[in-house]
């Protein structure tokens, strides 16, 4: 998309369920939604009033994270209770009842099940994270996971023509770019705990696609007036 900091992918899904098709589910369910006290119009009082294909986006963006830093952390060891010390490497540590405080680890003695202590020893990780992950959100900007696979076979050859012959029916994402690119950089930073210095990090979008979805939309007057809304997803064949 001309003048996006961001590189968009515009993918249209091609409809799997044709409008005869649309229209006949339209006929069978168009009395449920007139529904009251357990009892429903006849078919011949409700009148269908029109039967749009609009195309409603949804995002899905994926991003790599790298970080490199140091972090506090406890390490937990079992040891038999006449344990006196710990040889880590060429260091000594004694352990002795209750807290104590010793060279450069903190180690703390505690009684656990069975014949074995537990020892907590506090130290520091010098830690590389390499994380890639994908985050998708509705039309409306609600994070869900993705219903949708993108086989060659459902992907409009020429996307723009076709969302340009149908531009009064083309939903626009309601959720920004950069509100969508915060949610994924939350999650990709999730694994980076409290604690942490020396932090060294790099957040890459790698790519964001618009994809566009062929929703049927029929327009229902029934009884009184009354209006309602038949919504039909064209690749699940399923009413919303």
């Not at 269908?48 to 995002?59: G, P, Q, R, T």
């Given at each position: ?26 006929e ?15 078919k011949?009082e409700?009148?269908?009033h029109?039967?749009?294909?609009s195309?409603?986006a949804?995002l ?11 972090r ?47 020892v907590?020893?506090?130290l ?8 890639e992950q ?32 149908t ?10 770019y950069d ?19 020396n ?42």
């Amino acid at each position: 998309m001309a003048g996006s900091k961001y590189k968009i992918k515009t993918v249209v899904l091609r409809p799997i369920l044709d409008y005869n098709e649309a229209e006949q589910i339209v006929e069978n369910r168009k009395t449920s939604l007139f529904r009251s006290m357990l009892q429903k119009p006849k078919k011949a009082e409700v009148h269908v009033h029109s039967i749009k294909l609009s195309y409603e986006a949804f995002l899905i963006l994926s991003g790599k994270y790298n970080a490199d830093f140091y972090r506090k952390t406890v390490h937990s060891i079992s040891v038999d209770p006449n344990v006196r010390e710990i040889i880590i490497g060429d260091d000594v540590f004694p352990i002795t009842k209750g807290n104590g405080v010793l060279g450069k680890l903190n180690t703390k003695i505690k009684k656990s099940t069975g014949r074995k202590n537990q020892v907590d020893l506090e130290l520091e990780e010098h830690v590389y994270i390499d994380d890639e992950q994908e985050i998708a959100f509705d039309h409306h900007g609600k994070e869900i996971k993705m219903p949708y696979k993108m086989s060659s076979r459902l992907i409009e050859s020429y996307p723009r023509r076709t969302l340009e012959k149908t531009k009064n029916n083309v939903k626009k994402p309601e959720i920004t770019y950069d509100a969508a690119v915060t949610r994924l950089t939350s999650k990709l930073k999730k694994s980076v705990s409290i604690g942490k210095r020396n932090l060294q990090e790099k957040i890459t979008i790698n790519e964001i696609i618009e994809l566009y979805v062929p929703i049927y939309e029929a327009r229902l007057i029934g009884p009184k007036k009354n209006v309602r809304l038949i919504r039909i997803d064209s690749i699940r064949k399923k009413v919303l």
